[in-house]
């Protein structure tokens, strides 16, 4: 066998041509996913304490039905709480307590939105996910709170 010299373009493309053509065994392909769900082991987890879907009462009429808030969603974990309400524009949410820091909703595919959380705990992600997703939630100076999965 010989040596690839790393520093000759055409061997270092041959190897990558290489690279790219040959079949990754599907343990591989396996392995690689079950590491990158490990990556949020030391997020605390925030259990849904509050869905207003479980509501049977019916609410009192609205003037608008467009400015009606869909649904109020509370998850809580020990020293936290995500409060968010999922409007036609898309979700709004306050941390608590407040802090300013970076939100972001995923699916398995991967993120569908970011945005920043002011020093008031407050965020806005726009537009609302029409997929599953769970927010992952950290706080500049604290952990990252992960939610369940949230059901549009």
């Given at each position: 066998?010989?040596e ?7 061997q ?6 290489d ?11 396996d ?78 595919d ?5 945005a ?5 705990g ?25 939610t369940?999965w949230?059901?549009?």
């Open positions: 066998m010989t690839t010299d790393w520093n000759d373009d055409g270092l493309l041959e190897a990558l041509r690279a790219l053509t040959e079949e990754v065994p599907r343990t591989f392909i392995a690689g996913k079950a590491a990158f769900a490990w990556r949020t082991i030391d997020a605390e987890l925030a259990a849904l304490t509050y869905d207003s879907a479980w509501d049977t009462v019916e609410a009192a009429p609205v003037r608008s039905a467009e400015s009606a808030v869909l649904r109020s969603l509370t998850f809580a974990s020990e020293g936290w709480t995500i409060e968010i309400e999922l409007t036609p524009e898309g979700l709004l949410g306050q941390l608590d307590p407040p802090a300013a820091g970076e939100i972001k909703a995923s699916t398995d991967g993120v569908l939105a970011t920043r959380i002011d020093e008031l407050f965020f806005v992600l726009k537009p609302l996910p029409k997929a599953p997703y769970r927010l992952a939630c950290t706080p500049d100076d604290g952990p990252t709170i992960l369940g949230v059901t549009p």
